[in-house]
């Protein structure tokens, strides 16, 4: 009797080993599955962004320009003045590239890693309108004035412009909105890790 019930000892653990297998790969496989189809979902919520603007402002001035000319180009002549008024109208834009933005999914422990935030990018772009324009038969407004006239209102508006605040204000609104970029982590239950050091996380 003993020799017969060891060969079915033998198979009845063989059995169970098999079956103790074949659960535990199943269970793994089904794990691995979810933590792809997670870390998908998430990198592509982020790159679907791209390029993202958090922050923009307008602006406006209006430039007066008077020329005065001596006529012929000589002192004993009478001079010549003429006058333009230009009105700039100027949008100030701050841009974060979140293809930059480098993070890292702990897929294991359900973490998403900021490690690496993007600079801002300033983009400044004026528009210049004539608005009134006064000159003499003799003393035209010539195309190379109107260049001159043009870049000078351009060159102000750019001044006018706090990049720096600007800056500040446009990294401000970027972690406000890093809110909505993982609400879908958050929903899967992944916890956001910063190690940039920038981020309040208490108000993700």
Same mark, same amino acid.
Do not use: C, H
């Given at each position: 009797?003993?020799? /017969? ?7 009845? %653990?063989?059995?169970?080993? $098999? @079956?103790?297998? =074949? ?7 089904? !794990? ?7 870390? &998908?979902?998430? +990198?592509?919520?982020?790159?679907? @962004?791209?390029?993202?603007?958090? $922050? ?11 020329? +005065?000319?001596?006529?012929? %180009?000589?002192? $004993?002549?009478? *001079? ?9 109208? +100027? /949008? ?24 690496? $935030?993007?600079? !801002? ?16 038969? =003799?003393?035209?407004? #010539? *195309? ?5 006239? #043009? ?5 102000? !508006?750019?001044? #006018? ?8 204000? %446009? ?10 970029? =993982? ?6 239950? &992944?916890?956001?890790?910063?190690? #940039? %050091? ?7």
């Amino acid at each position: 009797m003993k020799a /017969n019930q060891k060969p079915l000892f033998f198979i009845a %653990g063989a059995v169970v080993m $098999l @079956l103790l297998f =074949f659960l535990w790969n199943s269970l793994t496989k089904k !794990a691995e599955d979810k933590v792809q189809n997670d870390y &998908y979902i998430i +990198t592509n919520q982020i790159r679907k @962004l791209n390029k993202l603007v958090v $922050l923009e402002q307008d602006f406006s001035s209006m430039q007066k320009t008077k020329i +005065t000319s001596q006529m012929l %180009g000589s002192s $004993l002549l009478p *001079s010549s003045e003429k006058q333009i008024i230009t009105f700039t109208k +100027t /949008n100030a834009q701050v841009t974060f590239d979140l293809s930059k933005m480098k993070i890292k999914v702990d897929s294991i422990n359900k973490k998403l890693i900021i490690t690496e $935030l993007p600079n !801002a990018e300033i983009r400044i772009i004026p528009s210049v309108e004539i608005q009134s324009l006064d000159d003499a038969f =003799f003393n035209r407004f #010539t *195309s190379k004035d109107f260049q001159k006239i #043009t870049k000078s209102a351009k060159d102000n !508006a750019y001044k #006018t412009v706090n990049q720096n605040r600007l800056r500040d204000e %446009g990294k401000k609104q970027l972690l406000k909105d890093l809110d909505q970029i =993982f609400v879908l982590a958050k929903a899967l239950n &992944y916890k956001i890790e910063d190690q #940039t %050091g920038q981020i309040d996380l208490s108000k993700l």
